[in-house]
């Protein structure tokens, strides 16, 4: 669907605005922004819902204490990375803490990933994230019915005649639908990443 780029960074502006404070601050947005994908990667690495909402909060709650802290380094990396890396601690944490009772079949799953390289993980949920986030951006430009299509066909692999029933549209709406709001979706992406290439 959408080809593999690399995952945009955090723009100064918010940055600012998440230093400064106040009911402009940021948060709303930096919490949107990251907080799904850090539970995602704590739900991979094995950590059940009530532990990933934890690492979520201790993960928050850092970087809201030490953002002021914060400073680019070209050798260091990113926001993204630092953010990464105090998730990582806070999920190293967790799982030395948390201690399996009973065989849950989505602990099963998720311990199944954790053979996966932690950077292949990251990667691949911070540009979900980056996507949903502009999906969400999307959604106030767009018909909802429309937006629903193209959450059915391109997103949820229904097919197109499936897709066409359920919002009563012809299937060639559907696929100039899929095709319009891909087009529109790229433009985001590439517009965020753009926002986040100095920092």
């Not at 918010?14 to 539970?39: C, K, T």
């Not at 311990?111 to 502009?134: G, S």
Request: net charge positive.
């Amino acid at each position: 669907m959408l080809s593999p780029r690399p995952f945009p960074q955090t723009s100064p502006t918010l940055l600012g605005r998440l230093r400064l404070g106040g009911p402009e601050s940021g948060w709303r947005e930096f919490f949107q922004r990251y907080a799904p994908a850090i539970y995602r990667v704590a739900r991979q690495r094995g950590l059940d819902a009530a532990d990933a909402d934890d690492i979520v909060q201790q993960v928050m709650t850092a970087v809201c204490k030490h953002i002021n802290q914060f400073s680019y380094d070209r050798d260091r990396g990113h926001f993204r990375q630092w953010v990464r890396r105090i998730a990582e601690t806070q999920i190293a944490n967790g799982r030395r803490r948390s201690r399996p009772t009973a065989c849950d079949p989505e602990m099963l799953e998720c311990r199944a990933d954790e053979t996966r390289a932690a950077d292949e993980i990251w990667a691949e949920q911070w540009q979900l994230q980056d996507m949903l986030f502009c999906l969400d951006e999307l959604a106030a430009d767009v018909a909802p019915r429309r937006l629903q299509a193209f959450r059915m066909y391109a997103l949820e692999g229904r097919t197109a005649q499936e897709t066409a029933a359920a919002v009563n549209m012809t299937v060639g709406w559907v696929y100039v639908t899929r095709n319009q709001l891909l087009n529109m979706l790229r433009a985001r992406m590439e517009a965020l990443a753009g926002e986040g290439s100095h920092s």
